[in-house]
């Protein structure tokens, strides 16, 4: 692992794991899917406009459009769709930990359809990450049990699925499209169904243009999906999705962070048990010998 991967890898969790806090501040004065859509066709404009200046080349291929239109409804329809529908019923932190406890799904995704098989050491780190991850939401189950935290919990899955299967996509098109590019289309392509929904259920006209929800806006647009998915997209050119996404169990510890400081979130000896287990999971699928690879179906 390089340096410069380990510190881009970092930060994209961290830009992924302030997404959550800034929706439920900037959700008070916009429709959730008004507030979706604006996200992401001002990310994918920038992206996109970016290129542009710099030359960038189009995407080629009916299979490489398909893959990026599959990533946009994946990753940005779907995900987008649950998240911004999630923060109205429950917390940031818990939010960003159940969206990603998405690697072991990922990791039998990557195992169908990117040839991607984990030794013993990488499916250990695994499953430590993920008894990490249960262990800090502990503490939140006792509430589960509330009919707006469960519809709240089931728009966060469906948000995590689409992310999912979008990051196995995203590892499949590889090189065979600019990054920024890539990025930039699935975001503006993803918008469309969102906009769809928003001016059909949602009257955009409710939107407040306050302070809080414009620096929201800007902040989720250009540092929690923009900047992050081109780092992002650009690591899968050159890592294995397990390796790479091992380190999603940083999200929900960064999210704790967050819920502690700003939202009175409560950070017990429990929790502090399941960041040691996250850790030493992301550790040690990183520390595994490259997965061994296989064609794809066989």
């Given at each position: 692992m390089?340096?410069?991967?380990f ?26 899917l008004t507030?979706?859509?604006?996200r992401?066709?001002l ?28 990533i ?6 779907l ?18 930990v ?5 690697p ?10 990117l ?12 499953l430590?990450?993920?008894?990490g ?5 502990l503490?939140?189950?006792?509430a589960?049990?509330?009919?707006d935290?469960l ?15 979008s990051?196995?996509?995203i590892?499949r098109l590889g090189?065979?499209?600019d ?6 289309w ?8 969102l906009?769809l929904l ?12 306050s302070?809080r ?10 540092a929690g ?23 999603s ?8 962070s967050m819920?502690?400081i ?15 287990l996250s ?5 040690l ?5 490259s ?8």
């Amino acid at each position: 692992m390089t340096k410069r991967y380990f510190v881009t890898v970092i930060l994209v969790m961290f830009l992924w794991a302030i997404c959550f806090p800034l929706i439920s501040v900037g959700i008070n004065d916009a429709p959730h899917l008004t507030f979706a859509s604006l996200r992401a066709i001002l990310a994918g404009a920038t992206l996109l406009f970016i290129a542009f200046c710099l030359n960038r080349p189009m995407p080629r291929g009916r299979q490489v459009w398909t893959i990026i239109i599959s990533i946009g409804l994946g990753a940005t329809t779907l995900g987008f769709f649950g998240m911004f529908h999630a923060a109205e019923f429950v917390t940031p932190g818990l939010a960003t930990v159940i969206a990603n406890t998405q690697p072991l799904l990922a990791a039998f995704l990557a195992y169908l359809f990117l040839g991607e098989v984990l030794e013993g050491r990488g499916k250990v780190g695994l499953l430590l990450g993920f008894i990490g991850i249960v262990i800090i939401t502990l503490p939140s189950f006792g509430a589960a049990g509330r009919p707006d935290q469960l519809l709240g919990i089931a728009y966060i899955v469906l948000a995590a699925c689409g992310i999912t299967v979008s990051n196995v996509l995203i590892r499949r098109l590889g090189n065979r499209a600019d990054p920024l590019v890539a990025m930039g289309w699935q975001m503006v392509i993803g918008s469309i169904p969102l906009g769809l929904l928003a001016l059909s259920t949602e009257n955009p006209t409710d939107l407040v243009w306050s302070t809080r929800f414009t620096l929201s806006l800007v902040s989720l647009s250009f540092a929690g999906t923009a900047l992050v998915y081109w780092l992002w997209s650009a690591i899968l050119q050159d890592v294995e999705l397990n390796r790479a996404n091992a380190f999603s169990f940083l999200i929900p510890i960064f999210g704790l962070s967050m819920g502690l400081i700003f939202f009175n979130e409560s950070l017990g000896w429990i929790q502090v048990g399941g960041i040691t287990l996250s850790l030493a999971g992301i550790y040690l699928v990183n520390s595994s010998s490259s997965p061994e690879m296989r064609a794809p179906g066989s």
